[in-house]
Structures are given as structure tokens and as C-alpha cells.
Nanobody, 123 residues
Framework: QVQLEESGGGLVQPGGSLRLSCVVSGGIFSSYTMGWFRQAPGKEREFVGAISQSGLTTSYAGFVKERFSISRDNEKNTVYLQMINLRPEDSATYCC????????????????WGQGTQVTVSS
């Protein structure tokens, strides 16, 4: 059974930074494309970014605008989301997701999901 567990969320001031982590267990991490999604209260879940199995290919949503960066450590079965210059509109629950053997950016393409970690950007 594949399990994903996010961590690293919290309260941060506008302009601040956070690094989210997602640890995957129960599967072959290096075979998964990993994605990050977010959902704010009252809004649809939206794609943030994705990283390929090797880490060589990434894709980001337009609103990221070079503020976010995804990386992975296949030795540690972990994917990261580094966020800088955070804005109040970035406040949301951030979830990681995984899919095997496919580079995906659509929510419906992902097979495995974590529970999420809350990010709040406020002064």
C-alpha cells in the first residue's frame, strides 16, 4: 500500500518562505512522477507543479512564476516543494500526489494522494 505523508506547513508572513516535504512509503518511489496540488477553502483543487521520476523534468502552474521549486531525493523517497515570496493567496492545503510511469499534470491522472499540510500566509 502506497502512502504519502506531507509535512512542513505552517504560518508564515507575506514574503516568507517554506519548504514542504512529502515522504512516500510502500512503493517504488523512483518510478513515480510526483505532483503538488493545493486547495483553498471554497475553491477547487489546483495543480502547483510536478517532477518526473528522474527529477530532470518539471512543470509548474502559471501562478508559480518562479517562486516555487520542486525537487526530489530518490534515496530518501521524498519530494520537496520550496516556496519563496509567499503571498496571502498562496494560503491553502498543499497535497502531494504520485503516479507511476506517467508524467502527469492533471489531477485525475494521479493514483496516490497524501492528506495534505496547511499553509497560511498572513501578517
Amino acid at each position: 500500500q502506497v502512502q504519502l505523508e506531507e509535512s512542513g506547513g505552517g504560518l508564515v508572513q507575506p514574503g516568507g518562505s517554506l519548504r514542504l516535504s512529502c515522504v512516500v512509503s510502500g512503493g517504488i518511489f523512483s518510478s513515480y512522477t510526483m505532483g503538488w496540488f493545493r486547495q483553498a477553502p471554497g475553491k477547487e483543487r489546483e495543480f502547483v507543479g510536478a517532477i518526473s521520476q528522474s527529477g530532470l523534468t518539471t512543470s509548474y502552474a502559471g501562478f508559480v512564476k518562479e517562486r516555487f521549486s520542486i525537487s526530489r531525493d530518490n534515496e530518501k523517497n521524498t519530494v520537496y516543494l520550496q516556496m519563496i515570496n509567499l503571498r496571502p493567496e498562496d494560503s491553502a492545503t498543499y497535497c502531494c500526489a504520485g503516479v507511476r510511469d506517467l508524467f502527469a499534470i492533471e489531477e485525475h491522472e494521479y493514483s496516490y494522494w497524501g492528506q495534505g499540510t496547511q499553509v497560511t500566509v498572513s501578517s
